[in-house]
């Protein structure tokens, strides 16, 4: 709790941490926009392979654009940091080989970022993975990767799935079981369907503001028919060891004050399929009408009370509890994406210390037919119009050869799957050259060995 006073040592001493930004997306210039307010902290450069959309969120964010210096190797990056500018830059690799502390990886793409996560590891640099979707994939490999390198790979302060994981730090430093963690959101079971066409009508947004903003139809539609839901709890499973209910996710309608009554085990009264597992609430009812205190932009952790004792305390300090009072539940209402991210940057940096980092490989992400595929269709990944993720256990994943999420981007189909049916690896044809599939198979073969008790598995190269 003393991460501002760490910063500002830093700030003080002329030794700021030094960042690399790769993606110039919504979430990196939302970072952009605090971290002109932020003591200890530099942006050494910004990589996307458009650099005038980097140039625009430098501005958009609040900078002077004479900040910028266009760069074309680290040598070039290095030199613009001596001089207090920020270099541009549509080479990934030569900001990672630049002098830095942190990559930033914010492509929201598994493969770049597969590329980009390893090679910054390798490079020495601590890795905050904003890329949630690289992380669901392929998250343990890097872990592993971070691990032997001795640096930080780490969630993003800001983004729910870290800000959960810190409500299950706290749960269980503090003596308390946890029965359930995650998030709200916006859910009817229509959703799932949804296509970039449909996702400003289901999300809420008006045209007005669709036009005003840098909104991208098939990211947001990733929040709308589920998807997203399905990933950041997977990574939340596998960051915390939290088992998937079989059925997945239920999205339950409940506000903030009912939580902990229905986010318990059925044997309690609730509607979970056992303790320690991930939900995700819905913030209105299946006829659209909304509840009251909806937790949409939350996240929540509930937990059960170890003593008869801790119960009465619950009771005589207010904590939100069922009617039993045994379990209980701390919610947050809000996140703030990028604009918290230099939470992850700070601790990384100087505390060594991630801000939720995946340990095991207990959950995954398989994709589901939005409607009849035939063959010699092409995927469109994530938001996109074919599939949706659905959260399932990885050894239900793994032994049905279910096809990951993270790689159905580009996948071609070459056999027919019904609407509504999980696509199995049997069921596409994909490029057996991508990088983030390499990573995804050591990840599985390391788990089968696992599994069989035959070994630690093999290891991936690049």
């Not at 930004?21 to 530099?42: D, E, H, W, Y």
């Not at 598994?110 to 996560?117: I, K, M, T």
């Not at 269980?172 to 799932?192: L, M």
Request: glycine share 10%; net charge neutral; with cysteine.
């Amino acid at each position: 709790m003393n991460l501002y006073s760490l910063l500002r040592q830093r700030e003080e001493a002329g030794k700021p941490i030094r960042i690399g930004a790769i993606g110039a997306g919504k979430f990196c210039t939302m970072f952009l926009a605090q971290l002109r307010f932020i003591l200890g902290m530099r942006m050494v450069g910004i990589a996307d392979i458009v650099p005038t959309k980097a140039r625009q969120a430098w501005v958009r964010a609040g900078w002077p654009e004479d900040g910028l210096a266009l760069c074309n190797s680290s040598a070039a990056i290095n030199e613009a940091a001596k001089l207090g500018k920020t270099a541009l830059t549509d080479d990934a690799s030569k900001l990672i080989e630049a002098d830095l502390d942190v990559i930033l990886e914010v492509t929201g793409i598994p493969e770049p970022g597969a590329h980009h996560s390893w090679n910054a590891l390798e490079a020495g640099k601590h890795v905050v993975m904003v890329n949630v979707e690289g992380d669901a994939l392929y998250g343990v490999a890097l872990r592993k990767k971070a691990d032997e390198k001795k640096l930080v790979y780490s969630m993003a302060y800001g983004d729910q799935p870290a800000l959960i994981c810190e409500e299950i730090d706290w749960a269980r430093a503090s003596g308390f079981e946890v029965v359930c963690a995650g998030k709200g959101t916006g859910y009817q079971p229509e959703y799932h369907y949804s296509t970039p066409e449909t996702v400003w009508k289901y999300y809420g947004f008006s045209e007005q503001q669709v036009k005003s903003g840098d909104y991208n139809p098939q990211m947001y539609n990733s929040f709308v028919d589920g998807t997203k839901s399905a990933i950041e709890m997977c990574v939340v499973a596998n960051a915390a060891s939290l088992l998937p209910q079989k059925c997945g996710l239920q999205f339950p309608a409940v506000g903030v004050y009912e939580l902990p009554e229905v986010l318990k085990p059925k044997s309690a009264g609730g509607i979970l399929e056992h303790s320690g597992t991930v939900e995700v609430v819905a913030s209105a009812r299946r006829d659209r009408s909304p509840i009251q205190h909806n937790l949409r932009y939350g996240v929540f952790v509930i937990f059960k009370a170890p003593s008869d004792y801790t119960k009465r305390c619950f009771s005589e300090y207010g904590v939100i509890t069922d009617s039993s009072g045994e379990y209980a539940a701390l919610y947050r209402p809000n996140h703030y994406i990028g604009l918290e991210l230099g939470i992850s940057v700070a601790s990384a940096a100087i505390r060594g210390e991630p801000t939720g980092s995946v340990e095991s490989f207990v959950a995954d992400v398989a994709s589901v037919a939005k409607k009849d595929l035939k063959p010699g269709d092409v995927l469109d990944g994530e938001g996109g119009y074919c599939v949706f993720g659905r959260l399932v256990r990885a050894e239900e994943s793994v032994r049905g050869r279910y096809f990951p999420m993270g790689l159905s981007a580009g996948a071609k189909i070459v056999r027919a799957v019904a609407k509504d049916a999980f696509l199995t690896y049997d069921d596409v044809e994909i490029d057996k050259n991508l990088f983030s599939l390499k990573l995804r198979k050591s990840m599985e073969e390391d788990f089968i060995s696992r599994r069989s008790g035959s070994g630690s598995g093999t290891s991936c190269r690049k």
